[in-house]
């Protein structure tokens, strides 16, 4: 199963996050399969690639809560289908 969560990158207390699609046995650095954002919680920026999460959305992906909420603030799920919706 595929979830997108976030990955600690960053130096000590300046740290950011990748937004990745990983595999869910593996460990939060663990190695990913695709980047598709990242978000600094300092400066309080997001870059989200749309087509990627949307993709692996509709394969079955499941968000983590602080993931979902990001992507909510970005509207990535006004994209989806309405019966795609509901992932909490």
Not at 48 to 55: G, K
């Amino acid at each position: 199963m595929v979830k997108l969560r976030l990955k600690r990158c960053g130096r000590k207390q300046r740290a950011i996050y990748r937004i990745v699609a990983i595999d869910v046995r593996s460990r939060r650095e663990g190695r990913d399969l695709r980047k598709v954002g990242f978000y600094d919680p300092i400066k309080n920026q997001t870059y989200s690639n749309v087509p990627a999460i949307l993709y692996f959305l509709e394969k079955g992906a499941q968000p983590t809560g602080t993931v979902h909420d990001i992507s909510k603030k970005a509207e990535v799920f006004k994209e989806l289908p309405v019966n795609q919706t509901n992932f909490k």
